[in-house]
C-alpha cells in the first residue's frame, strides 16, 4: 500500500498550516483581530464610526439672586429669589446664618425660579445658598449673605380700642406709630375696616406718629369691627419699616346718647333711639361753660376721684378755687378735666336748676351711678344750648372728631 501513504501526507501538511495561520493571528490580536472584518462596513467612513461620541458642551448658568451678596437692611417683607434663564436650580436652602433655621421656598417656572415663602425676620443675618445644574446635569453651588433691617429701622404701632374691646357707636380708631410716617398713603392702604354694614370711613391724621378712622356716621349698633392690619414690611418712609400684621375685631355694642340741656339743666339718655333714662343736671357756669358740641366717653373710670383746682389753673383766693375736691362716679370726657360725675353735697341742691360746675356734668347719685355702671367707652354726648355754640372741645382733647364736618375730616 505505498501508494495510499504518500497520497494522505500533502493533506496533512495542509491542516498544519491553517491551523498556525489561525494561532498566528489569535497571538497578534486575538479572536476579534481574526474575526474584525466581518462585522465593520468596509472604505474610509470606517474609522470615522469606530471614534467614540463626544458631547458638546452645556450652554453656562447664570445665576440671579435677590438681594444680592453683602445687601444690609434688606426689607423681611420681600420675597428671596434665585432665578436661571438656563439649566435649573437643583436646590435652593435660605438659613439664618447663626440658627440654622431655614426659611420654606418653591421652584417656578419649570424650575427656573426659586421664591421664599415665608417671611425673613428683623436684624437677621441670612445665607442663601443655590445649587444649579447645566444640560449635562453638571451641578454647582453658589452661596451668598445678606441682613435684614436693623432694630433701629423697625417700625411699632398700637391701636385704640384693643382687640376684642367693646365700644359705643361712636368711638373712632385711633392709631399710634412708634415712628413719624412719611409714606400716609401706603399705611392707610395697608389697614382695611370692615364693618357689618359695607360702612366706608376715612382716615385723619392729626400728626405723623396719629390718625385716626370713622364713618361719616356713627357705626350700627351691635355688630362688630374688623381691622385688618397688614404692616408688616411697609416704608413708613426714612427706612422706618413696620413690623407685624395683625386683625383685631371691635365689638360695638348699644347706641347710647346723653343729650344734656345746659339751658334746661337736665340730660335725657337714649338707647338705641329710645329714650331710656332722665336726670336733673348741673353744668359748667358762665366762666367755665361746658364744651359744646360732641364728646365721647373714654375708658377712664374712677369710682372714687380727687379732682385739684390748680390743674385748671385756679389758685386759692380765686372766687372759683376748690382746691381739692373729692368725688364719686367720675366718667371721662375730655383730657382737659371734664367729666360725668356725681355733683358735690353743695350743689345737690341746685340740680336743675342752677349750672354751678367748672365745665363738667354733674348728676345726683342715681344718674352719676347709672352713667358710670351702664355706659361704654364711645358712648356719645351731645351738649346744647350753652349760650357758646363754637365752644367745642378740640379733637384730641378726648374724642372731639364728631365736631369735624365728614368731608373735611376725609380731606384729612
Partial sequence: MPELDTARKPRRAWKIAVVAAVALAIGVGGVGAATANSWLPEGPATAQRAAAPTTPPAAPVELAVTPTAETEGYNPAVPVVAEVQTGSIHSAILKETDTGATTDGELFLSGRKWISTSPLAFNTDYTFSVTTMDGNGNLATQASTFTTVPEANEADMWMYPADTSTVGVAQPLEFHFSEPVANKAAVEKAITVTSATGQKGSFHWYSDTMARYRAADYWPANTALKVDIKLFGVDYGNGMIGNF?????????????????????????????????????????????????????????????????????????????????KVEYATRLANSGIFIHLAAPVAIPYLGKVNLSHGCIGLDREGASWVFNNMLPGDLVHTVRTGHPTNTIAPTDGFGDWNIPYAQYANK
Fill in 245 to 325: 400684621n395683625k386683625t383685631n375685631t371691635i365689638n360695638i355694642g348699644d347706641k347710647v346718647v346723653m343729650e344734656a340741656d345746659a339751658t334746661a339743666k337736665v340730660v335725657n339718655i337714649f338707647v338705641n333711639d329710645q329714650l331710656a333714662k332722665t336726670f336733673l343736671a348741673s353744668m359748667g357756669d358762665e366762666r367755665f361753660p361746658s364744651a359744646a358740641g360732641y364728646l365721647v366717653l373714654t375708658a377712664d373710670k374712677q369710682r372714687h376721684a380727687t379732682f385739684d383746682a390748680a390743674t385748671i389753673g385756679l389758685k386759692p383766693g380765686d372766687p372759683a378755687y376748690y382746691g381739692k375736691l
